[in-house]
């Protein structure tokens, strides 16, 4: 038997999954291929599925190491949403942006708990405001050496818990979405462990171009590659 060290550059190339699809106003093949080189680059094989089935596949979410998620407005069956559920919690990373994570399936609650968060308004034009690397994180591999940010797109109102790790946040004015004279602190970026999985979100990316501004850019590629097993 052969017992030499294993070249690590030899060793079997982890998988990632990318599920992209739902409602296309959030371009989901186009903003899902912004990140399928870095993904490469980074040693992945990668598999593309535009349908839902591709979470009650259980040999497929077993080998999975990534799961990248871009579909909004969609619905789970219940095998689906088991099948990626359980799939996280036995350590398969979840990752994604915007409302391909949290406008989406509202009916499933277990999906709900593992993301850590849930869409409910933004106005209707888009706004101009600023996105805060969070002082207390900013050595996290995520978000180490990045600057604040100013955007122009949608400011996400979300309802979130305090599982996650909030890397980013921004602030939403006094007025804004009727709720009263004080400003409201919301996150922009979050991490969160769920079973043996890691997962990752961030609410900018409602358009291609805001997915391809250099900050938010590098957070969200980091942020995948994160999240990976």
Do not use: K, N
């Not at 955007?151 to 305090?162: I, R």
């Amino acid at each position: 038997m052969d017992r030499r060290p294993r070249d690590p550059l030899m060793a079997a190339a982890r998988s990632a999954l990318v599920v992209r699809g739902g409602w296309e106003g959030h371009a989901p093949r186009e903003c899902t291929d912004l990140f399928l080189p870095a993904l490469a680059d980074a040693g992945f094989a990668v598999t593309v599925r535009e349908d839902l089935d591709a979470y009650a596949d259980a040999d497929l979410m077993a080998r999975t190491d990534l799961v990248v998620q871009c579909w909004s407005e969609g619905r789970l069956t219940d095998a689906q949403c088991a099948g990626l559920v359980s799939a996280v919690e036995a350590g398969t990373g979840f990752a994604g942006w915007h409302g391909g994570v949290v406008a989406t399936f509202y009916d499933s609650p277990a999906y709900l708990r593992m993301v850590g968060g849930l869409f409910l308004h933004h106005p209707e034009e888009h706004l101009e405001y600023r996105v805060r690397m969070q002082p207390e994180h900013r050595e996290h591999p995520i978000v180490a050496g990045l600057p604040d940010v100013t955007v122009v797109t949608e400011q996400y109102w979300m309802l979130t818990d305090a599982l996650s790790t909030v890397l980013a946040s921004t602030t939403v004015a006094p007025g804004a979405a009727g709720q009263g004279e004080q400003p409201v602190v919301m996150p922009v970026a979050w991490t969160r462990r769920w079973g043996r999985g890691r997962v990752f979100f961030s609410a900018v990316g409602h358009r291609p171009d805001d997915l391809r501004e250099p900050t938010v850019r590098a957070l969200t590629t980091r942020g995948l590659l994160w999240a990976a097993r």
